[in-house]
């Protein structure tokens, strides 16, 4: 079975400073995707980057950016410049591909606060 | 614009009295999934549909039922709502299995309250 595991459940930073987000998660595939979605209070879940594992390159997405360790199985969002709109819950998700459809499993994400 | 979109937002019901919740989509996905989410807790799926095959998950309790008439609807059948049930409810697309169309698109969400 596949976990996903955030540990930060809440965490806040002062706007246009850096934060990270942690994920950890624990699977026995081989090849899978991992993303970073994010909900902001009372709206829908919108993804925020992706990752496919069998690339070593770290995903970036303007000031949105990964530092992704396989073999760690370690998957960190890091956030820059940190804007107001950034508030939001932030859900680490893990992907496995299935031929009846692809299963994603989402850990229990970190509540973030931007303060002004 | 291309949407998943979810009907109602919010939905009260009694106790033991039968619910569906309705999905739609605009995106054309093969895949669409119900996830339930309760207060501070992870998305927890439910079951999929790939076309029209349905996949249930091992642990979906069986009052969970759902239906998927064709591409764009896909519904969520409460047989016996429970006060346990009552939680958000989000529906999910994804296109293809393979290529960069795997990730997920969400809609709005229904709000389930059990009285």
């Known amino acids: 079975a596949q976990t996903v595991t955030q540990s930060q459940p809440e965490m806040s930073v002062q706007e246009a400073e850096t934060v990270t987000l942690s994920c950890t998660y624990d699977?026995?595939?081989?090849?899978?995707?991992l993303f970073w979605y994010k909900q902001p209070p009372s709206r829908q879940m919108i993804l925020v980057i992706r990752?496919?594992?069998?690339?070593?390159q770290n995903a970036t997405e303007n000031r949105f950016s990964v530092n992704f360790q396989k073999a760690a199985k370690s998957f960190s969002l890091k956030i820059s410049d940190s804007q107001l709109g950034d508030t939001a819950m932030y859900f680490c998700?893990?992907?496995?591909?299935?031929?009846?459809?692809?299963?994603?499993?989402f850990g229990t994400g970190t509540s973030l606060t931007v303060i002004p | 614009d291309a949407m998943v979109i979810q009907n109602p937002r919010y939905q009260v019901t009694q106790f033991g009295k039968p619910v569906t919740l309705s999905c739609s989509q605009t995106l054309n996905h093969n895949v669409m999934y119900w996830y339930q989410q309760k207060s501070s807790q992870a998305p927890k799926l439910l079951f999929h549909y790939y076309d029209k095959d349905f996949n249930n998950e091992a642990d979906t309790p069986d009052n969970f039922q759902s239906r998927r008439p064709n591409t764009s609807f896909c519904f969520l059948d409460i047989r016996s709502p429970g006060l346990g049930d009552a939680a958000m409810y989000l529906c999910?697309?994804?296109?293809?299995?393979?290529?960069?169309?795997?990730?997920?698109?969400f809609g709005p969400g229904t709000r389930l309250t059990v009285l």
């Open positions: 990752q496919e594992a069998y690339k070593q």
């Open positions: 699977t026995s595939e081989s090849n899978y995707y």
């Open positions: 999910a697309t994804s296109g293809r299995q393979r290529g960069p169309t795997n990730e997920q698109f």
């Open positions: 998700a893990f992907m496995k591909q299935r031929n009846t459809g692809n299963q994603f499993y």
